[in-house]
Antibody, heavy 115, light 107 residues
């Protein structure tokens, strides 16, 4: 069955960096675009970034453009989100999701940015 | 960028009631609209894509309709397990914006 498992969250100071990972299994990872979506405490869902399945084409929300980088390793079925210059308003649970319709989601990993 | 709005922001209904949630896009998105259900402490789950196509495994009491700018999600007979927040999302092109959500609970 399809599984997505996020890791790498934690507590970081403003201006710091963190790298999130999403381990995928149960499907042909290289055939799907992949996404990061976040949810601040008590708030709604916010799309963060997308990487296409081929060509490495990527897209970013304006709120993270220039600070976050999405990437993937199709050999090891891993999705990544490199987060630099972190701010307090980046505090959220970060989910990875699969495909055009975001049809499978992980359980998320919590990132807390605080001094 | 296209903005997504949802109404109402919350609703309370009785078990067995028919419930209708609305989502509106600020510009036309054809039928590139998905609906998700999120229960407390869990990741979202896809209910409907292409505005009206039921995701495999989703109960048939859920249905979606609409095209262009106006969309609806209907629960034909509300069940206790349907207590959740429901989000719509456009996926025709980036940014893949979500609506602010509608929280549904039982009266």
């Amino acid at each position: 069955q399809v599984q997505l498992v996020e890791s790498g969250g934690g507590v970081v100071q403003p201006g710091g960096s963190l790298r999130l990972s999403c381990a995928a299994s149960g499907f042909t990872f290289s055939s799907y675009g992949m996404h990061w979506v976040r949810q601040a405490p008590g708030k709604g869902l916010e799309w963060v970034a997308t990487v296409r399945y081929v060509g490495g084409v990527d897209y970013y929300a304006q709120s993270v453009k220039g600070r976050f980088t999405i990437s993937r390793d199709n050999d090891n079925n891993e999705l990544y989100l490199q987060m630099n210059s972190l701010r307090a308003d980046d505090t959220a649970v970060y989910f990875c999701a699969r495909g055009q319709f975001f049809d499978y989601w992980g359980r998320g990993t919590l990132v807390t940015v605080t001094s | 960028d296209i903005q997504m709005t949802q109404s109402p922001s919350s609703l309370s209904a009785s078990v067995g009631d028919r419930v209708t949630l609305t989502c509106r896009a600020s510009q036309g998105i054809n039928n590139y609209l998905a609906w998700y259900q999120q229960k407390p402490g869990k990741g979202p789950e896809l209910l409907i894509y292409a505005a009206s196509t039921l995701q495999s495994g989703v109960p048939s009491r859920f249905s979606g309709s609409g095209s262009g700018t106006d969309f609806t999600l209907t629960i034909s007979s509300l069940q206790p397990e349907d207590v959740a927040t429901y989000y719509c999302q456009k996926y025709n092109s980036a940014p893949f914006t979500f609506g602010p959500g509608t929280k549904v609970d039982i009266k």
